[in-house]
């Protein structure tokens, strides 16, 4: 399905190496801010007090959260679960005047004299204190998770295509990665669990794209023999192009839907999504296509050719096929 076709190819390897320049500097950006600020982790990973509380009737969340953020808590999560009437609240460490870090008990008798102001049908259902060390175990669960990820596209790539490919479609989707983290540390915001989801669905999301660049450039080394690399690269890119922009704009539409009307609870797994999706389109042209040109890449690595004489086919010369049979 296209919406539209270009008829010309658009030649997007004449600025790779400028665009991958850009590409090189917002990465060393990202790890940067990474090093210097670092991420703002939720209290799945740093620990903190969850508390469930029910009410007499639909709870207003947003209420709850501006209430929650008078008593000067900067980072909390508050969520229906089960229905609308019970709510989850996430609350971090916080010290006291003395330095003392405050009991999840003197946490949910202050929170809980608050809520009340608000409804005095609530009820503290059950309250729970999670630890740094249960933060830890998910922290590292997280990072094995993204190391089997990116063992399994480069042995999925290596597999379909070729090693320089793999090597091109790891890098590139490793750079949309640290991207995204490069983000979330420069503006502080709140890294959890739902955006590390993200941040790995990312990944399966960009090397899709990846797949079908490489899979067009496969086809046109089958088709054009007489075409340089970057033309043939050039091809693929604009030939998908309308297919990008299908993909690409409905997965758009519906992050862009969780990220008005999700609330605060899928807020930022949203903008983690809308970075990695706009940053997956750009890595995939001019950071896997390029670095895939700048390998070498060329048609007999995706093609085995058997040379043949021009009478066993009885091929004419400007044939496409003459002279290999694949």
């Known amino acids: 399905m296209e919406f539209f076709r270009i008829r010309k190819d658009i030649p997007f390897m004449r600025y790779a190496l400028y665009l991958n320049a850009i590409s090189f500097i917002t990465f060393l950006a990202a790890v940067f801010f990474l090093w210097s600020k670092g991420l703002n982790l939720s209290i799945e990973f740093t620990g903190g007090t969850v508390l469930e509380v029910k009410y007499s009737q639909t709870a207003d969340l947003e209420k709850i959260r501006s209430s929650i953020g008078q008593l000067g808590y900067s980072d909390v999560n508050v969520q229906n679960f089960g229905s609308s009437k019970d709510v989850m609240i996430r609350l971090p ?180 999504l809308t970075i990695g999706i706009l940053f997956g389109i750009y890595s995939s042209v001019f950071v896997a296509a390029a670095i895939a040109m700048w390998l070498g890449v060329k048609r007999d690595d995706l093609l085995k050719v058997e040379v043949l004489k021009k009478e066993d086919e009885g091929l004419r010369e400007d044939d496409p096929n003459y002279g290999a049979k694949v």
């Open 93 to 272: 460490l916080i010290k006291n005047s003395d330095g003392t870090v405050m009991s999840s008990s003197d946490q949910s008798k202050t929170l809980m004299t608050e809520l009340t102001k608000l409804d005095e049908s609530v009820k503290l259902q059950r309250v729970e204190f999670v630890g740094p060390q249960v933060g830890e175990e998910l922290l590292y669960g997280g990072i094995k998770a993204l190391i089997f990820v990116i063992l399994g596209i480069v042995i999925y790539l290596s597999a379909r295509f070729e090693w320089k490919f793999a090597v091109s479609g790891i890098i590139a989707n490793l750079h949309d990665v640290v991207i995204i983290l490069g983000f979330f540390a420069f503006f502080q915001w709140e890294f959890s669990l739902s955006v590390l989801a993200a941040t790995l669905a990312v990944l399966g999301y960009s090397v899709n794209e990846s797949v079908v660049i490489f899979d067009r450039i496969r086809e046109n080394f089958r088709r054009f023999r007489k075409l340089e690399t970057p033309e043939i690269i050039d091809g693929a890119i604009t030939g998908t192009i309308s297919r990008t922009i299908i993909t690409h704009g409905s997965t758009q539409m519906m992050v862009l839907a969780m990220l008005i009307f999700g609330g605060a609870s899928l807020h930022y797994f949203a903008v983690a």
